[in-house]
């Protein structure tokens, strides 16, 4: 009688492994076809509209467009005093402190030192200074060839910081660009 009982739990074992294992391969085949689902949808363009922190006027609109060269970047952003300000990407996508410091610091998947955005080794995030002319604006264009839209190192979900004072491109790990500005997350444009 032992003999049937063992015989019954193997047959139900071998049974429920292999509905596991259907179960498994269902999944697995469901999870490529999301991946080749996400492949097809590249992000092409982002933008990131900037907000004042607390006690500032500094706001904006960045634009990021995917090319073959890189991603080009389009900065227009008002309510700055005359000259240079430094700009990053930073690691949250997160801008609801008053001070901006919940954006966390410079957007850095690889570990580097910060540095200039045309420098061989940066954080991603690295992006230099915006230089405002005499009525506060800082309008610019160039292209990053550092930043991504897509994959493990896009910048989608994360936040811009302009800074208050100019940012030396040397001081690590933040550049001694002072005080945060303004505030925007990136997000999926059209």
């Known amino acids: 009688m032992s003999m049937k009982i063992l015989l019954k ?28 689902k996400e492949q097809s ?24 467009t995917k090319t073959q060269e890189g991603v080009l970047v389009n900065v227009n952003i008002s309510g700055l005093t005359p000259g240079k300000h430094g700009f990053h990407i930073h690691e949250f996508g997160d801008c609801s402190a008053k001070d901006g410091t919940s954006a966390g610091g410079h957007f850095n998947p690889d570990g580097h030192q910060h540095g200039s955005p045309h420098g061989h080794e940066r954080h991603a995030g690295d992006m230099g200074n915006v230089v405002a002319n005499q009525d506060g604006i800082a309008q610019s264009e160039y292209l990053d060839k550092h930043i991504k839209l897509n994959g493990s190192h896009s910048i ?23 005080p945060r500005i303004a505030c925007g997350v990136i997000g999926i444009a059209k």
């Open 9 to 36: 739990g193997a047959v139900i074992c071998l049974y429920a492994l292999s509905f596991v294992g259907c179960e498994t391969d269902v999944k697995s085949k469901e999870s490529e076809k999301q991946q080749v």
């Open 156 to 178: 989608i979900g994360y936040s811009v910081i302009v800074h208050k004072n100019e940012d030396d491109l040397s001081t690590q790990p933040t550049g001694n660009a002072g």
């Open 41 to 64: 949808k590249q992000i092409e363009k982002a933008i990131c509209v900037l907000h004042p922190t607390e006690g500032n006027e500094t706001n904006g609109v960045i634009l990021f």
